[in-house]
């Protein structure tokens, strides 16, 4: 038992240094988290329901999940096959399309919590 619990300490350490890295390297995901803490900020200021931050928390959650699968994608695929190539570029590509659907699907969560609060 104390073994299991060692290796699941020792894999919240590799999950926090790899949300570190993410946070802190990459600049799509810096956009994201500061989008993610100015409608937090918003949140508060206008006094979301319990519903409502648990669907922002949600989305906010997924998309930067999303977008830290396709900066793994981007960067295997980079070491794999540095150089163009048609089907990394597919796999690439495919991958910012997934980033791309769940940040459309932020915008729209967004609008159906924030809309009614402004208008």
């Known amino acids: 038992m104390l073994n299991f619990i060692k290796k699941r300490i020792k894999s919240i350490r590799y999950a926090s240094k790899g949300a570190y890295l993410l946070i802190f390297t990459e600049a799509s995901i810096k956009v994201q988290f500061f989008i993610a803490t100015a409608v937090t900020v918003l949140g508060l200021m206008v006094g979301l329901s319990k519903t409502e931050w648990i669907l922002q928390i949600l989305t906010i959650a997924i998309v930067l999940s999303v977008e830290g699968l396709n900066t793994a994608i981007e960067k295997l695929a980079d070491f794999v096959h540095p150089g163009y190539h048609e089907k990394i570029g597919f796999v690439k590509d495919v991958a910012a399309g997934a980033v791309f659907i769940t940040a459309l699907a ?11 609060k402004f208008f």
Request: glycine share 10%.
């Open 106 to 116: 932020a915008v729209s969560v967004g609008l159906i919590i924030y809309l009614p």
